[in-house]
């Protein structure tokens, strides 16, 4: 099914129900929920998926899980997608939060031909096999770490969205805390109690996810040098160290997906 809108098949009795669909450049899927849990995949492009709890980056040839009746948003750049939308209690190992990871070419060339399927495709025979083991492969997935939490009050929220719209290395937690009307070390203390983290280490953390997207029509050294590093080796660096792959696996002229640093897997039997 491509471009098929989802509230026209939601009611189909299917456990999943797989979806293609071309977004422009740019587009903004806007805050909204699902029914079902879902399996969001960019077969090109860059995916930013906003929640009250946290952003969640999506490079190419990866994928993000979202639970049920979650309330969020999707920013588009230059973005395909192949989506599985599945029944809850088809999936009662899917994660409590939303998760990236990696799609490799048995599950991404699964999700190819999924999508070309009817809604109300038979459960007998290839089509019911290929989505029993998409469940089967998604299970197998391992999380990956393209995502900073945000904190839960309005006025630290506020700051932190402000700061992935625009990451400027010159901000400091003293400027920060100067906005929230508060001391630095109340400030850090309740942002650290929010979010697990300090406030420098998150902004440094979203820096990096800022890169993502650009790395698709800028080189390295041009990322590194808009993102404020020192050099481009500095960035090169801190990028794999958070994500454990290179920055130069995510630009534009790259091809093929990636193996990831082992994790352990979503679900095991």
């Not at 993000?64 to 395909?80: C, D, E, K, N, Y």
């Not at 399927?117 to 393209?146: M, Q, V």
């Not at 660096?237 to 920055?247: D, E, K, Y």
Request: with cysteine; glycine share 6%.
């Amino acid at each position: 099914m491509k471009n098929v809108p989802l509230d026209t098949v939601d009611h189909v009795d299917r456990a999943v129900l797989p979806i293609g669909t071309d977004y422009p450049p740019g587009h903004v899927l806007d805050w909204h929920q699902h029914r079902r849990a879902q399996f969001l995949y960019g077969a090109t492009g860059v995916m930013v998926v906003d929640t009250a709890q946290g952003t969640w980056t999506v490079p190419p040839e990866r994928a993000v899980l979202i639970p049920a009746a979650t309330q969020h948003r999707v920013r588009m750049v230059g973005v395909s997608t192949r989506s599985l939308y599945i029944e809850p209690d088809a999936v009662p190992w899917w994660p409590a939060g939303c998760t990236v990871v990696d799609v490799p070419p048995l599950l991404r060339e699964l999700l190819a031909s999924a999508v070309e399927f009817e809604a109300d495709y038979a459960l007998s025979g290839r089509d019911g096999c290929i989505a029993t083991l998409l469940l089967h492969e998604i299970a197998a997935r391992t999380p990956l770490p393209f995502h900073v939490a945000i904190p839960s009050s309005g006025d630290l929220a506020e700051l932190c969205r402000g700061y992935l719209a625009a990451p400027d290395v010159a901000v400091t937690n003293a400027q920060w805390a100067d906005r929230s009307a508060m001391s630095e070390r109340a400030f850090t203390r309740r942002f650290r109690s929010e979010t697990g983290e300090s406030p420098a280490v998150w902004r440094a953390r979203a820096r990096l996810l800022a890169a993502v997207p650009l790395l698709r029509t800028a080189s390295v050294s041009a990322v590194a040098g808009r993102l404020g590093y020192a050099s481009p080796a500095a960035f090169t660096a801190a990028f794999t160290r958070a994500f454990g792959l290179p920055p130069s696996r995510f630009a534009a002229t790259h091809h093929g997906g990636e193996r990831s640093p082992t994790r352990r897997p979503l679900h095991t039997t």
